[in-house]
């Protein structure tokens, strides 16, 4: 961190600067706990898992008793005490405890949230999930439960991060028993730094049950001496100090022949530091924790519990670089970090000046169309060069906004559980596709929109287990959440088990509400309905939605994003939401065509094909409308002249030119007097810069300056079919 921490210094030194820090990585930690939590075999629960959800709890408190966050402190403290005895296998881990935990992780994103914000109001209490955790902590659970006890491993259980187990029978070098306390003089020495020597301190300050600790005068100036009183062995001492200093420069010598090398004044000041109760840091009882007094975890407070495996883990520590190397050799390279944080609105710009740059590069190539080749050969070849380059750094930029959608699938497994606990029902979560990445405003926006059709697949859709069991499926539900790339866009499923739509309960719900509704509608056109406003079929209204419930504003939010969604279900068996949505709302690849003097862009992602048509070939049918007959294949004609009502300039000239395009599945021939090319375009939104125009989605600025209209495909194919 570039600072030197000392003693005395914690007043004059501003703590404030590392808050973001700390705010970040303990959001990051309680997401790692929940993820771990939810995936925690309550059966067969694994060391590993467990140690690293203490870890995250152990993290989060050290954090926060060092900022002063005394309630975060506490809270993550009593999380941490439970934990520590499931992972020492003294309590078996039931539903109760993942409840508790995954309780106060909430609790605990939201205190933290309060403190970042700079609340000054009066904080939550977390008063009753401190006593259920201390219930559960000492064995008391629900008569219902299995019992909790299970007896002591006759090895303990390894450790993830350098094990220091203080509590299992071994006789130390110097005869005694693990679990006699005993009065030891520790010399560690000669130093490089003293803040070393300070971090051993701090060990006893942490550690509930390691013992206590005073400084000894020494007549060396790079050496310290310290009076511990301990109950730990000499090996599990030294394995433990090995976090901060080398083995070779510590020394354990037993109180009886320290004594003898030293006077009688200097035994009697060793004895009344052991009496005086001097805390870690050397100093009185109520400065013991940090640089903050009366914050949770001190000796005081917890000299009752007994020690039993620990990892030194902090947020800001005062640990030499060198440690890690001595404790984990050859572990240095995969621990440096490999990304960087950098504000969402530093990428924005950086995005926004490449689109600026693209339309600068397009203005450049098109005013060098009409210089000679010849003459000005380097010119060209520079833009060639430039058109290259600009491309590439528009991928590179771009791809700094894409996300996986594991940031948005990581949600919903905790949502589900809560869920179906609360609806009584037996819900797995399948995702696949997780590293499929979008563009971060879009994740963004349509988080909301899955988080309703997840839920509604739950609630409406998986049923009750004996409900399953009845009609022979497997008494857990499925719900399945994908994600995967289809051309140009990103297709999202939301897919469940559960009794499907009811065809003749939505027709009747329709004909109630007065719309018009035939028995011969396809299925598709009657799962359509659900996405009228205040639609349901559910038959009890619940504080959970049931499907059809909002539906309309899942509808418009996703339509919002240029998007589309579709419903395919079968009674008894199943529904799937699928939404599909472009990958970015930034730059794209388009097609310019030609309507008399007027430019339109196609997205290149939803061009099919191009031909010329003689005027025999298209056909008037009903109303009009007219269709073109495309390798055995009927498809509807949209003029783009009569859509947006182009003027022209020569009466007698009409288009011959038909671009096929394709959304939702679905194909139209869209009619065009020319081809101009295709090139990058920088979206700009019309919307926030002028109003909402109907089958447009954006506006891009050309290469000569003059502004084109973006198509909406999917309106136009909409438009066409309808």
């Not at 209490?125 to 019992?147: D, F, N």
């Not at 701090?202 to 007549?219: A, K, M, V």
């Not at 003027?647 to 671009?659: L, N």
């Not at 909402?692 to 495909?713: F, Y």
Request: include cysteine; charged fraction near 25%.
């Amino acid at each position: 961190m570039g600072e030197t921490f000392q003693e005395g210094a914690g007043a004059d030194f501003d703590l404030s600067q590392f808050y973001q820090i700390f705010f970040e990585e303990a959001g990051e930690n309680l997401d790692q706990m929940e993820h771990m939590l939810l995936d925690l075999d309550l059966e067969k629960a694994d060391d590993e898992e467990l140690n690293g959800i203490f870890r995250c709890a152990h993290s989060i408190k050290g954090g926060a008793a060092t900022f002063g966050f005394a309630d975060v402190a506490e809270l993550t403290h009593q999380m941490e005490s439970l934990l520590d005895r499931l992972r020492r296998h003294e309590l078996r881990p039931i539903p109760q405890m993942v409840d508790v935990l995954l309780e106060s992780a909430d609790a605990s994103r939201s205190l933290l949230a309060r403190h970042q914000a700079g609340a000054q109001d009066e904080p939550p209490s977390t008063a009753h999930l401190v006593k259920r955790i201390s219930e559960l902590a000492a064995g008391m659970v629900p008569a219902a439960s299995a019992p909790v006890a299970a007896p002591k491993p006759q090895s303990p259980p390894p450790v993830a991060v350098a094990p220091v187990v203080v509590s299992a029978p071994a006789t130390s070098p110097s005869g005694a028993l693990a679990g006699q306390q005993r009065r030891l003089q520790v010399r560690i020495g000669p130093l490089d730094r003293m803040e070393q020597a300070d971090a051993i301190k701090e060990l006893f300050r942490d550690i509930p049950g390691l013992g206590s600790i005073s400084d000894l005068p020494s007549t060396e100036s790079a050496v310290r001496l310290f009076a511990i009183e301990t109950s730990s062995t000499d090996s599990d001492l030294l394995d433990l100090f090995a976090f901060h200093v080398a083995k070779e420069q510590v020394q354990l010598t037993d109180l009886q022949s320290a004594g003898a090398q030293r006077d009688s004044s200097q035994q009697d000041q060793f004895a009344q530091a052991l009496d005086a109760g001097l805390d870690a840091v050397g100093g009185p009882a109520d400065e013991a924790y940090g640089f903050f007094k009366n914050a949770p975890g001190s000796p005081a407070a917890e000299s009752a519990q007994a020690l039993q495996a620990i990892e030194p883990v902090s947020a800001v520590t005062r640990v030499p670089q060198k440690v890690a190397a001595e404790a984990k050799a050859g572990s240095q390279a995969q621990m440096e970090s490999t990304t960087i944080r950098v504000a969402v609105n530093k990428v924005d710009q950086l995005i926004n000046l490449v689109g600026e740059l693209v339309i600068t590069q397009a203005m450049l190539a098109q005013n060098s169309l009409g210089l000679d080749s010849a003459e000005h050969q380097q010119l060209l070849a520079g833009l060639a060069d430039l058109d290259r380059n600009t491309r590439d750094l528009q991928e590179s930029v771009m791809s700094i906004r894409m996300i996986p959608m594991s940031i948005v699938f990581s949600r919903f497994p905790r949502m589900l559980r809560d869920l179906a606990n609360k609806l009584g029902k037996k819900v797995e979560l399948v995702t696949m596709g997780e590293a499929t990445e979008l563009d971060k405003g879009l994740v963004e926006k349509i988080t909301d929109p899955l988080t309703h059709l997840v839920r509604n697949s739950g609630d409406h859709g998986i049923e009750l287990p004996a409900e399953r069991l009845a009609k022979g499926k497997p008494e857990h539900g499925t719900i399945t959440l994908s994600a995967s790339h289809q051309g140009g866009s990103i297709v999202i499923e939301v897919k469940d088990d559960g009794k499907g739509l009811s065809r003749e309960k939505i027709l009747n719900k329709a004909r109630e509400r007065g719309m018009d509704v035939s028995d011969q509608m396809s299925d598709a056109d009657v799962w359509q309905l659900i996405f009228a406003p205040g639609f349901s079929t559910a038959e009890v209204v619940t504080d959970v939605s049931g499907r059809g419930v909002g539906m309309d504003v899942v509808k418009r939010n996703i339509a919002a994003l240029n998007g589309t969604v579709e419903i395919d279900s079968s009674e008894g068996y199943g529904t799937k939401v699928s939404v599909r949505l472009p990958l970015t709302l930034a730059i794209m690849d388009g097609m310019s065509v030609g309507v008399d003097e007027e430019v339109y862009i196609l997205p290149l992602s939803s061009v099919v094909e191009s031909f010329q048509v003689n005027p025999d070939d298209v056909n008037t049918v009903a109303q009009g409308s007219q269709l073109v007959k495309v390798r055995d294949e009927y498809m509807p004609v949209i003029a783009l002249e009569r859509i947006f009502q182009v003027p022209r300039v020569d009466p007698a000239k009409s288009s011959t030119i038909m671009v096929v395009v394709e959304a939702d599945g679905n194909r139209v021939a869209l009619l065009v007097d020319e081809l101009l090319g295709q090139h990058q375009v920088v979206v700009k939104n019309l919307e926030s810069n002028y109003r909402k125009v109907p089958n447009v989605s954006g506006a891009t600025i050309l290469g000569d300056g003059r502004v084109a209209l973006i198509l909406d495909i999917g309106g136009l194919v909409r438009r066409a079919r309808h």
